[in-house]
């Protein structure tokens, strides 16, 4: 198969493999880019989440691009984006039209397993928020951090830009860390 | 609401939000409440089955959204406005900021955005994690089993999600035990 072919299916993998929400992902799309096929090696990948972090979007969608365009250009680029995006949705897509067709007993199901979803969910974002907040906690000034923030995040201004929320806190991050 | 209302609110949150795919989330919810055109839980519920399925959490509540409120081509502007800053900033700029990658005071600025992140992510998790565990002791219990199971366990997220549900229905609707 050629390249573009590949990056294409790869990377519809890492998208429908990709669950779990935020930085839970990081291991899976590791195992996929590193382990399974030497795309990357450990410092490039360290490379690419560092670039995620920075840079605006999810990971997944930031590793493809990188990877994409570094294997095989624009072109490259635009195959493993599209198909990270792409792979999921199309699953989306049909598991929607399928649901939206379910009517009588069938539809009291998916109400059902809809509304047992919910906690289900909560529960599994509580792990993604524990994975940020796990490696701060080594760190008081970082305590301290988080406590700012929340502060700042109940005044209204920044309530109402959290992108300046970000922005503030790297600033003083920056000035006193 | 208009196609390019549409498509500039996903492009605000695509272009101005580092930290990842579930500080975007929040930041969509946000700016979803303020068209005033949803409900809360019908948000939440968005938000649930963005997470529930596979794939970049924040493309696949872009394409929700989008279809909700002006369908398939609501959702078409949705993503693309989603994704299409990431993609921009990784080809032009990876460059530039991967020199940067190693300064101390970038890694500071991202240190401190961290305790911000955790704090908008956790935001989110709070909000819906009350509206999810609204049918009482039940809902609370498997929101914790979930937890539980991926944070101390490592089991695969994929199965941890579907044991919620099958415990949830489990234990029966309220009122029928």
Same mark, same amino acid.
């Given at each position: 198969?050629?390249?573009?072919?590949?990056?294409?299916?790869?990377?519809?993998?890492?998208?429908?493999?990709?669950?779990?929400?935020?930085?839970?992902?990081?291991?899976?799309?590791?195992?996929?880019?590193?382990?399974?096929?030497?795309?990357?090696?450990?410092?490039?990948?360290?490379?690419?989440?560092?670039?995620?972090?920075?840079?605006?979007?999810?990971?997944?969608?930031?590793?493809?691009?990188?990877?994409?365009?570094?294997?095989?250009?624009? %072109?490259? +680029?635009?195959?493993?984006? @599209?198909? $990270?995006?792409? &792979?999921?949705?199309? /699953? #989306?897509?049909?598991?929607? !039209?399928?649901?939206?067709?379910?009517?009588?007993?069938?539809?009291?199901?998916?109400?059902?397993?809809?509304?047992?979803?919910?906690?289900?969910?909560?529960?599994?974002?509580?792990?993604?928020?524990?994975?940020?907040?796990? %490696?701060? +906690?080594?760190?008081?000034? @970082?305590? $301290?951090?988080? &406590?700012?923030?929340? /502060? #700042?995040?109940?005044?209204? !201004?920044?309530?109402?830009?959290?992108?300046?929320?970000?922005?503030?806190?790297?600033?003083?991050?920056?000035?006193?860390? | 609401?208009?196609?390019?209302?549409?498509?500039?609110?996903?492009?605000?949150?695509?272009?101005?939000?580092?930290?990842?795919?579930?500080?975007?989330?929040?930041?969509?919810?946000?700016?979803?409440?303020?068209?005033?055109?949803?409900?809360?839980?019908?948000?939440?519920?968005?938000?649930?089955?963005?997470?529930?399925?596979?794939?970049?959490?924040?493309?696949?509540?872009?394409?929700?959204?989008?279809?909700?409120?002006?369908?398939?081509?609501?959702?078409?502007?949705?993503?693309?406005?989603?994704?299409?800053?990431?993609?921009?900033?990784?080809?032009?700029?990876?460059?530039?900021?991967?020199?940067?990658?190693?300064?101390?005071?970038?890694?500071?600025?991202?240190?401190?955005?961290?305790?911000?992140?955790?704090?908008?992510?956790?935001?989110?998790?709070?909000?819906?994690?009350?509206?999810?565990?609204?049918?009482?002791?039940?809902?609370?219990?498997?929101?914790?089993?979930?937890?539980?199971?991926?944070?101390?366990?490592?089991?695969?997220?994929?199965?941890?999600?579907?044991?919620?549900?099958?415990?949830?229905?489990?234990?029966?609707?309220?009122?029928?035990?």
């Amino acid at each position: 198969m050629n390249v573009l072919g590949t990056l294409a299916l790869v990377f519809a993998r890492i998208g429908l493999g990709a669950f779990g929400g935020g930085l839970a992902t990081i291991p899976f799309i590791h195992y996929e880019l590193v382990v399974s096929r030497a795309w990357l090696s450990e410092r490039g990948f360290a490379e690419v989440v560092s670039l995620a972090q920075m840079t605006p979007g999810p990971l997944a969608v930031n590793a493809a691009t990188f990877v994409g365009y570094r294997i095989a250009g624009l %072109p490259g +680029a635009c195959a493993a984006t @599209l198909s $990270v995006i792409g &792979a999921p949705l199309l /699953l #989306l897509v049909s598991a929607l !039209f399928l649901l939206s067709r379910a009517s009588g007993k069938w539809r009291k199901r998916v109400d059902r397993v809809q509304r047992a979803l919910r906690p289900a969910v909560s529960g599994m974002l509580f792990a993604a928020f524990w994975v940020v907040v796990r %490696p701060l +906690a080594n760190d008081w000034r @970082l305590w $301290v951090m988080v &406590a700012g923030a929340f /502060l #700042l995040s109940r005044v209204g !201004f920044f309530n109402r830009f959290p992108q300046l929320l970000l922005l503030a806190a790297g600033v003083a991050g920056a000035m006193l860390l | 609401m208009s196609l390019s209302s549409i498509f500039f609110l996903f492009l605000r949150v695509g272009a101005f939000t580092f930290g990842g795919g579930l500080v975007m989330l929040g930041f969509i919810e946000k700016e979803l409440r303020s068209t005033k055109r949803l409900e809360s839980e019908e948000i939440a519920d968005m938000m649930v089955l963005a997470t529930a399925f596979p794939g970049p959490v924040a493309v696949n509540m872009a394409f929700l959204a989008g279809k909700r409120l002006a369908g398939p081509a609501g959702a078409a502007c949705g993503i693309v406005g989603t994704a299409f800053p990431p993609f921009l900033t990784i080809l032009l700029l990876s460059k530039v900021l991967l020199q940067w990658a190693h300064e101390p005071w970038l890694g500071a600025f991202f240190l401190g955005a961290a305790g911000a992140v955790a704090v908008i992510i956790g935001r989110v998790v709070y909000g819906m994690t009350r509206i999810s565990c609204a049918g009482g002791w039940k809902d609370i219990l498997v929101f914790v089993a979930v937890a539980v199971l991926l944070i101390a366990t490592e089991t695969h997220p994929f199965l941890a999600l579907g044991a919620g549900i099958a415990f949830r229905l489990l234990l029966g609707e309220e009122g029928q035990v």
